[in-house]
């Protein structure tokens, strides 16, 4: 059980420290919280009249856009914190916000299509800013996770950085896109601003299940970065 | 006699997918990282 030894290394005061008890406590947390949300939205939340209950996707494709949020945000603490101190302990933050920002992007892209296939009868559109300037965001995420896979590694922490930065300046562009960018002819709903969510249910589960999907993703790159730094010390 | 019938559309194998692509993001996710978890013990 080497990596029980190495995750329950901690020494107390230094930034790469990790115990076991506090990690399963939090893990189990989240796991609950995630329960709670997804039963909300299953039996708690009524059915949408007019798109049905394919509209039950808004709560995990939102949440997982705040995720992603969240997950750029420590990309951009990464990547400045790399650039200012050529610190491992950043380096390996970046590369695990990447990889977390990744798979919630994703998610959000897919979920998305699967929704606008039922709601628009489209799946994707270019001519949406918000569509498009996440699947920029997206183009982003990946081009961060193969650099890490095929750039010699000292060159890759500092590309990747940079990129991180140009991730982070991407996401406003993503936030406010439906709203700088003239509505006609965009169908991207803009729910929460335009009081969307009127049923008291809708707006537990809805803030519910984003507390849950942003908690999830921290958890991801709080276990990534720690199985990166043990990475870098075994080589 | 006059009740409303609202009809909502049955868009169930949209909400089905969505939720089953959510879960398997996730869980193959999770599984990567034990993985290397796993790898880093040998």
């Keep these: 059980m080497m990596e029980n030894e190495n995750l ?13 008890p506090v990690f399963t406590c939090v893990t189990l947390f989240i796991a609950v919280w995630v329960t709670y949300s997804q039963y909300l939205i299953f039996t708690v939340v009524p059915n949408e009249v007019t798109m049905g209950a394919v509209q039950r996707i808004f709560y995990f494709h939102v949440g997982s856009a ?19 101190l050529k610190s491992k302990n950043f380096d390996a933050l970046q590369l695990a916000a990447a990889e977390v920002g990744l798979l919630f992007c994703s998610i959000v892209l897919l979920t998305g299509m699967i929704w606008a296939q039922s709601a628009w009868n489209i799946a994707f559109s ?7 300037s996440t699947l920029v ?11 890490r896979k095929f750039a010699a590694r000292s060159d890759a922490a500092s590309f990747c950085a940079v990129f991180g930065v140009l991730g982070a300046i991407l996401v406003p562009v993503v936030v406010y896109s439906v709203k700088f960018l003239s509505p006609v002819g965009q169908l991207h709903p803009v729910v929460v ?43 | 006699m006059n009740e409303i019938i609202t009809q909502v559309p049955d868009t169930f194998n949209g909400m089905f997918l969505g ?24």
């Design chain 1, 126 to 132: 270019f001519k949406e800013p918000r569509l498009v």
């Design chain 1, 66 to 84: 705040f995720a992603t949020y969240a997950a750029t945000a420590c990309l951009l603490v990464g990547s400045l914190g790399f650039l200012t």
């Design chain 2, 19 to 42: 939720y089953a692509v959510f879960w398997c993001a996730i869980a193959g996710y999770i599984l990567r990282l034990g993985v290397k978890l796993k790898r880093l013990e040998k």
């Design chain 1, 8 to 20: 329950a290394d901690s020494k107390s005061g230094s930034p790469d420290s990790f115990s076991l």
């Design chain 1, 137 to 147: 965001l997206w183009l982003l995420f990946v081009a961060l996770v193969v650099l």
């Design chain 1, 193 to 235: 601003e335009h009081d969307g969510l009127r049923e008291a249910s809708f707006r537990v589960a809805f803030w519910v299940t984003n507390g849950a999907l942003v908690a999830m993703a921290l958890l991801f790159i709080w276990l990534r970065k720690k199985i990166a730094s043990l990475e870098e010390k075994n080589l």
